[in-house]
């Protein structure tokens, strides 16, 4: 399957499935309650750099369950190298699976951490099931054949409100045409959104309750 791994397209349609249930993409937790995941960095990035995706990685360590550990022979891993933007796929795909940091443009903690949040099976938050309560898509102002970005999903949010300060929320002129917005929040339209730089307490919660048995169940991931 290496060349559905490498095909950015596909990201799209991964998006698209309901990848836990269908897939069975959340990441194993070990007997002794910790999730370990595998990585490796590709040999394209500057020792800063490294130092930067590390320190994303190392910050999963300090919250939750989840330890992002160096590959040495698993099955499944992630892939951590400079691809054409920012992106990863939905949860555990199997066998080994690009999460694309491009240099110099994606290598930062908080880019760092959205996509790590995408490979353990974590929507953007203006997908979310309930997000129309939350904000209003300006679709006028939205490139054409972007609108994906902006679909509503079903989404299991795991009890956890809906976050404008989630590493997962785009900003308000994401993927904009003319430098209008393209998301505005409910009810004040001038709430801050989309501007963390670091994952929020809504963000740890989640992780938490998928991965490391609080409130846990199987179900659509979020
Ligand atoms: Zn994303």
């Given at each position: 399957s290496s060349n559905l791994i490498f095909n950015p397209i596909l990201t799209l349609l991964y998006s698209n499935a309901d990848p836990c249930t269908a897939r069975g993409c959340k990441w194993k937790r070990n007997r002794n309650g910790l999730v370990y995941v595998p990585y490796v960095i590709a040999n394209q990035y500057s020792p800063d750099e490294i130092q930067v995706i590390k320190r994303g990685l190392?910050?999963?360590?300090?919250?939750?369950?989840?330890?992002?550990?160096?590959?040495?022979?698993?099955?499944?891993?992630?892939?951590?190298?400079?691809?054409?933007?920012?992106?990863?796929?939905?949860?555990?795909?199997?066998?080994?699976?690009?999460?694309?940091?491009?240099?110099?443009?994606?290598?930062?903690?908080?880019?760092?951490?959205?996509?790590?949040?995408?490979?353990?099976?974590?929507?953007?938050?203006?997908?979310?099931?309930?997000?129309?309560?939350?904000?209003?898509?300006?679709?006028?102002?939205?490139?054409?054949?972007?609108?994906?970005?902006?679909?509503?999903?079903?989404?299991?949010?795991?009890?956890?409100?809906?976050d404008y300060n989630s590493v997962m929320h785009y900003s308000r002129y994401a993927f904009s045409r003319n430098n209008e917005p393209t998301m505005v929040p409910i009810p004040d339209s001038n709430a801050v959104i989309g501007e963390a730089r670091n994952m929020s307490p809504n963000d740890i919660l989640r992780i938490n309750r998928l991965y490391c048995g609080i409130n846990t169940y199987l179900g659509p991931v979020a």
């Open positions: 190392q910050s999963f360590t300090e919250v939750s369950c989840i330890r992002f550990v160096p590959h040495e022979g698993q099955r499944h891993f992630l892939h951590i190298q400079s691809d054409s933007g920012c992106y990863s796929y939905l949860g555990r795909q199997g066998g080994g699976q690009v999460v694309s940091l491009q240099r110099p443009g994606c290598v930062h903690h908080y880019i760092v951490q959205h996509e790590l949040l995408h490979a353990l099976g974590f929507h953007h938050e203006q997908n979310r099931s309930d997000r129309d309560k939350h904000i209003k898509i300006l679709f006028e102002n939205i490139i054409p054949q972007q609108e994906h970005n902006f679909m509503k999903r079903k989404t299991n949010n795991l009890a956890t409100p809906y």
